[in-house]
């Protein structure tokens, strides 16, 4: 009897094991996916850029003026704040007035002796011209009367223009600002002794709105901007915008444009020189500052950006990207990038519209493997499927 129960109890075995192997191989993975890779991809998408460059530079005055004496003589007084703002024709200095007022007075005095000089030889002449017609003088002494009369008039535009000239340098003693702007700090005081060919000016004036922003691209860059305009690459601008960065990092709040360009290559440092107009209503540039300044070189349209993380260099520097080609397989891209915009690099060339970039699991993967891609931002929520399982199993 236990024979018989055994070999009765074997078949049953063998069939239940039979069913429960039947049962797991329902739920293996269709073949093609039982080794693919999950990664996260990025389809890139054509879009149109802004291209700037980055330049150095410095804050500069758009107007400086020096301000020097145009007579010599002794600082009587100071008539303004140093370090405030004066606007043009405002006087600053007051010089020693005393051997320039003796002169005006002394061409006054000429002046007005010639007019008594002219008023006499009026009536000469007059009277001479009068008596002469009924042969009372004679025409010598007429002629004469009439000559007299000229060298008086003579004589007194040339005592006229001597007081002229006499009030110059009387209003030179008065030292005035040429433009309008900020004035530093004065190089002399109050009695010191100043001259008109003194090395030294008095003190400087700037003007600070506008301010100009001195920078210098490289020839090389500037041929290599020419000639993706002329390719059709780059869309030019008129007006060039400019965003300043100060010293501290903090992006200036008024937006400058680009206003001049050297017509020549300086030979020394191989770069053509740039000024960028910025207005300062506040002053919060002042000149000497270093600023950096973010030049629009013009607009590329159907530019292909790719994420910097799914961009990798080998030991020499080479760029390349990893793909996920159309058969699901990974695809290893060399690729050329120029520059850096945002997050993301401008890609020069090996990548097109449409390829899907693996930017997440790159470690996981080597070219020719079999991966699952996912866009990225666009991940299944684990938890939200496992829950909903159970309930379709229950109804």
Do not use: H
Request: hydrophobic share 40%; charged share 20%; glycine share 8%.
């Amino acid at each position: 009897m236990p024979s018989l129960r055994s070999r009765a109890v074997l078949p049953a075995v063998l069939i239940a094991s039979t069913l429960a192997l039947a049962a797991c191989g329902g739920d293996a993975p269709p073949p093609g996916q039982a080794g693919a890779t999950p990664v996260t991809v990025v389809t890139l998408k054509p879009e149109s850029v802004t291209l700037t460059r980055e330049l150095a530079g410095r804050a500069e005055a758009s107007q400086e003026a020096e301000v020097r004496p145009q007579v010599g003589g002794i600082v009587e007084r100071l008539l303004f704040t140093e370090g405030g703002s004066v606007r043009a024709g405002q006087p600053l200095y007051q010089l020693d007035q005393t051997s320039y007022r003796a002169d005006a007075n002394s061409a006054q005095a000429a002046v007005a002796r010639t007019q008594a000089t002219l008023v006499t030889a009026q009536l000469n002449a007059k009277r001479s011209a009068e008596l002469v017609k009924i042969d009372a003088v004679s025409r010598q002494d007429n002629d004469n009367a009439q000559a007299a009369l000229r060298q008086a008039q003579a004589d007194l535009r040339s005592a006229q223009a001597g007081l002229q000239g006499a009030n110059v340098p009387l209003g030179f003693t008065r030292v005035t600002a040429p433009i309008s702007g900020r004035i530093g700090r004065s190089s002399v005081t109050r009695g010191a002794l100043v001259t008109a060919s003194q090395a030294t000016p008095l003190a400087v004036i700037q003007s600070m709105d506008p301010m100009y922003v001195e920078i210098s691209q490289s020839s090389t860059e500037l041929l290599q901007l020419r000639r993706e305009i002329a390719a059709g690459n780059l869309q030019g601008t008129e007006a060039v915008p400019v965003d300043i960065v100060l010293e501290d990092g903090s992006v200036y709040p008024q937006q400058g444009r680009l206003s001049f360009a050297e017509a020549m290559v300086d030979p020394g440092t191989g770069a053509v020189a740039l000024r960028v107009i910025v207005p300062n209503p506040d002053q919060m540039l002042l000149p000497g500052m270093f600023v950096r300044a973010k030049v629009a070189n013009g607009e590329r349209r159907n530019a292909i950006l790719a994420p910097q993380q799914g961009i990798t260099r080998d030991p020499r520097g080479n760029a390349s990207a990893m793909v996920v080609g159309a058969d699901g397989k990974v695809e290893q891209r060399a690729v050329k990038v120029s520059r850096s915009i945002g997050d993301k690099w401008l890609v020069d060339d090996g990548l097109k519209a449409g390829d899907k970039v693996i930017v997440e699991g790159l470690q996981k993967i080597k070219p020719g493997a079999e991966v699952q891609a996912t866009e990225r931002g666009s991940e299944a929520k684990p938890a939200a499927s496992t829950a909903a399982k159970p309930a379709a199993s229950g109804a």
